[in-house]
């Protein structure tokens, strides 16, 4: 519908441009290169904060380990210590592997190994004929070898001489 007052025209804006406002740019760039900065060292200290945090956790957690660790090292070596004893191994070695002790007439100290001070070079008797050391012992005949168990050691030994070193 025409009007009477106002004449129609169709608007063609295809080439209307707006002009760039330098000033308003330069202002948004000086802010922008004022807070980027600033705002990479407020996440970089939150990221250090952070790590030092999980940090303090692994460590607490490490401690933790290490004083059960060392815990477990001081029990096993109690036990390792208590089943190693010589009398503990002597009485097993005298039930299960039906060990003795060797004969007094069989067993020869040498006092010069025992008396002789530590500085001192040990020197070795002559030694005596073994038909003087057995004079009047019963004949010993050779023990037949242990049966290898199936690890392949020897099952027992011939003669436990553990009371021959005092």
Not at 32 to 47: C, E, N, R
Not at 71 to 99: C, K, N, Y
Not at 156 to 163: D, L, M, V, Y
Request: proline share 11%.
């Amino acid at each position: 519908m025409p009007s009477s007052y106002a004449y129609h025209r169709e608007v063609d804006n295809t080439y209307l441009v707006r002009d760039r406002d330098r000033q308003r740019r330069r202002d948004l760039l000086r802010v922008v290169l004022w807070v980027l900065p600033m705002a990479a060292a407020v996440l970089g200290y939150i990221w250090l904060q952070v790590r030092v945090l999980d940090s303090a956790y692994e460590i607490g957690r490490l401690e933790q380990e290490l004083t059960a660790a060392g815990r477990q090292h001081d029990r096993l070596s109690l036990e390792v210590a208590r089943r190693t004893g010589l009398p503990l191994v002597e009485s097993r070695a005298r039930a299960e592997l039906g060990m003795t002790s060797p004969r007094a007439d069989a067993t020869i100290f040498w006092p010069e190994l025992t008396s002789a001070p530590p500085s001192a070079p040990l020197s070795r008797p002559a030694p005596a004929e073994p038909e003087a050391i057995l004079e009047g012992a019963p004949p010993v005949l050779p023990e037949p070898l242990p049966a290898a168990d199936v690890a392949g050691t020897p099952s027992g030994t011939p003669s436990f001489a553990s009371e021959a070193r005092r």
